[in-house]
């Protein structure tokens, strides 16, 4: 080839190599300006993400171990909708639907109507490649459903089905301690799922845990891709349990008296507490009206904010207590000196006995028998303001008690260097200033336990979610200490002498001591520039028993009664309710009757003249051990300690018993619940008896007996029960019941 040629030729590949270049670089061009908003699009349609994967959330306990809300693994199900995508799997929606179908209780053609490629056949670009849900059935599916799309995917099958977990709260008691456990669900403001009120809100950061790390592929949309596995790049951490004070059986017994109350009187409100007054751990607390936690969005905001329990009230007579106590502290009252009951001037103002007229010269001992305003404002005279304040401030009036539950109001105490007479006489008899509920429970802790005033609290212990460890426990906080031991024993002894000798035994509990004061206070009209005078009344009771050792405090309050309420005073409607729970609470605990205590009549504690009881004394016996013997010996020794025998089972011989041997003395003719072991039953086993028409009381003393637990659902009488009668089954497991109404 001459040189010429070969020159032409290197001049026309040089040629077409520029031209080349020069094409492509107009091309990058045109990619990078013209079309760089539609491709930069197309890119992000595919999108790498790194989400939060949240801990598992603790779960709450009861003090016995049952669960009151717990945390349940729930998935929510996409299914691809891209046409393309299920070409190359050689899937279609049917066969997604038919698969699904019956996991999710849902028909074929219902689950059409949302993976229909017809519905989509108009999309283009990333909205074809979508992921779409398949309705509420598929939005939190439990693991079962999401083990077997698993299963299917690793077989290279149903690929266009994925799940991602979304776990869900769970009260498997429906509203039961509503108030105290609160509700979980997405904060508003932070939009994030989170403890919104009761202990699932105060302690929301332990029940937590720390949240670990996942990449997932996602469209523009957030949807996750189909068939692209996510990984965990950082584990989350578990939450902590919560084990809490609350006795579930007494909680029960409370949400009883409390659909009680509601049923017969129809208030505006309802409160029941109940306290160790050694410890100060809430065994339970309940309010009307309340609502279903996993259930919230549902409920009336009345009814969610509604913990009456830590709502600032005026309290009335139940605040005498704390006065008395003040004045009998600093020796300012004689309690058999007499006084003129009826009425008082107070700097002009007429201030009236709450029946108008008085019960004639009285001791002051009397005066607390008989809830004399006038002998109260004449006690809060002796005292004075300072005085008076002092003690109230040290009883814990002035300040929240900080009880671990959200929305605790303060109380509302008149300024001591502002006081006129007037107010001194109105808080002296419990009007013209407000207190919670559990400011009341936790100063009445001091005059039941000796001078210990326990802050109030909700949770024992936190544990270990998976091993069950204890991390930490909460220890009684004794905020202060107050007077001593010979006053509050004389208050005790005040306290109970107006429960005995109350000859309507509104709280009388033959056998035990009951220490108590009602309180019948006027509701203040809003703008607070006087009462209300449509016979809007709060009526309250405050006790204790035993009075000479005390195990529970009870606090119950009644806001305006709008039926079957003739008598709107707290002995009428409020003091009966305590009773029935307290009561429960006695024989649930066995706590042991004293047979000294067989109380007498009085004049009524509302100040009709009433004629002494005359009701013969009933004779106590000590629970003899059954354990061991025959049906015959049982009876027999039944009868030379003059007691009944309820049988329970058909063994040969006796393998339990309620109350226990050594548990304290009953009343001759009360029944002695034996349970009769089945012959040649699995060791650690009982058979379970027939339940229906029991009360809850009495099922709850059965299955005592038997060692087994109880998991009640309603209020009234046995109508179900969840495990046949006659089966076998191990000692402590729960057994579940529902309850409803006498017919």
């Known amino acids: 080839m001459s040189e010429r040629v070969f020159k032409k030729r290197v001049r026309v590949l040089g040629f077409f190599l520029f031209v080349g270049l020069f094409a492509l670089a107009l091309r990058l061009m045109y990619i990078q300006v013209a079309q760089a908003e539609r491709l930069s699009a197309l890119a992000q349609e595919w999108i790498v993400a790194e989400v939060d994967i949240p801990g598992t959330r603790g779960t709450i306990y009861d003090r016995e171990g049952q669960k009151l809300a717990f945390t349940g693994v729930a998935y929510e199900i996409s299914v691809s909708v891209d046409p393309k995508a299920m070409k190359d799997w050689a899937e279609t929606p049917e066969m997604y639907a038919q698969f699904l179908a019956p996991l999710v209780e849902m028909t074929e053609s219902e689950i059409m109507k949302h993976i229909d490629p017809a519905h989509y056949a108009h999309l283009t670009g990333k909205e074809a490649r979508k992921a779409v849900g398949i309705g509420p059935k598929g939005m939190k599916v439990d693991s079962s459903v999401h083990e077997k799309i698993e299963e299917m995917h690793e077989q290279n099958k149903m690929r266009g089905i994925n799940t991602i977990r979304k776990d869900i709260r769970r009260y498997p008691n429906g509203n039961f301690a509503a108030h105290v456990l609160g509700y979980f669900g997405i904060n508003d403001q932070s939009n994030d799922e989170q403890g919104l009120a009761g202990v699932e809100s105060v302690y929301n950061d332990k029940l937590t845990g720390k949240p670990g790390k996942m990449v997932l592929y996602t469209d523009r949309e957030g949807n996750p891709l189909p068939n692209y596995k996510p990984e965990v790049t950082k584990k989350a951490v578990d939450g902590e349990d919560l084990v809490l004070t609350i006795d579930s059986t007494i909680q029960h017994f409370v949400e009883e008296e409390l659909d009680n109350i509601v049923n017969k009187y129809g208030p505006k409100h309802a409160s029941i507490i109940v306290a160790d007054p050694n410890n100060g751990e809430i065994l339970a607390l309940g309010n009307r009206p309340h609502y279903n936690p996993a259930e919230y969005a549902k409920a009336e905001s009345e009814s969610l904010w509604n913990n009456w329990a830590l709502r600032s009230f005026e309290p009335g007579s139940t605040f005498k207590s704390f006065v008395l106590t003040a004045a009998l502290a600093e020796h300012k009252v004689d309690l058999n000196e007499k006084f003129q009951s009826g009425y008082i001037d107070v700097g002009g103002a007429i201030i009236k006995d709450w029946n108008g007229y008085g019960w004639g010269p009285i001791s002051y001992r009397e005066g607390v028998y008989n809830s004399s305003n006038v002998g109260f404002v004449k006690i809060g005279q002796k005292l004075g303001k300072e005085l008076l304040y002092d003690h109230l401030y040290k009883f814990g009036f002035d300040k929240r008690t900080g009880i671990d539950l959200p929305g605790e109001e303060q109380s509302t105490l008149f300024k001591v260097g502002e006081m006129r007479e007037s107010d001194l006489a109105s808080t002296s008899f419990g009007q013209g200033i407000s207190v919670t509920p559990m400011q009341q429970v936790a100063a009445m802790m001091a005059i039941a336990n000796g001078g210990k005033i326990y802050q109030p609290h909700m949770v024992k212990e936190f544990r270990d979610q998976s091993t069950g460890e204890t991390l930490s426990e909460v220890k009684p906080k004794v905020m202060s200490k107050i007077a001593n031991e010979e006053v509050l024993s004389t208050v005790r002894e005040v306290m109970e002498e107006t429960i005995t000798k109350e000859e309507m035994a509104h709280g009388y509990i033959k056998g035990y001591h009951v220490a108590g004061k009602t309180g019948t206070a006027q509701v203040p009209k809003p703008d607070r520039t006087g009462y209300l005078d449509d016979g809007s009344y709060r009526l309250s009771f405050i006790g204790f028993a035993p009075a000479d050792k005390p195990r529970f405090l009870i606090f119950v309050t009644v806001d305006q009664p709008t039926r079957n309420a003739p008598n709107l005073y707290g002995s009428f409607i409020a003091e009966p309710s305590a009773k029935t729970v307290l009561e429960n609470a006695l024989r649930y605990y066995q706590v042991p009757a004293d047979p000294n205590d ?146």
């Open 598 to 743: 067989l109380g007498s009549g009085r004049q009524g504690a509302e100040g009709q003249e009433q004629p002494v009881a005359t009701s013969a004394p009933k004779a106590f016996v000590d629970v003899p051990d059954f354990v061991g013997v025959t049906p015959d010996g049982a009876e027999k020794i039944a009868e030379g300690h003059k007691l009944r025998v309820d049988r329970v089972g058909e063994g040969p011989k006796v393998t339990g018993q309620w109350p226990d041997a050594g548990s304290g003395q009953v009343p001759e003719g009360a029944g002695i619940k034996l349970y009769f072991g089945p012959e040649g039953s699995a060791e650690g086993k009982v058979k379970l008896p027939d339940l229906t028409g029991l009360s809850l009381r009495e099922a709850i003393e059965t299955l005592a007996l038997l060692q087994l637990q109880i998991d009640p659902a309603g209020s009234g009488y046995v109508t179900k029960q969840e495990v046949a009668p006659g089966t076998l089954v191990p000692v402590g497991t729960p057994v579940k019941i529902t309850l409803s109404p006498q017919s």
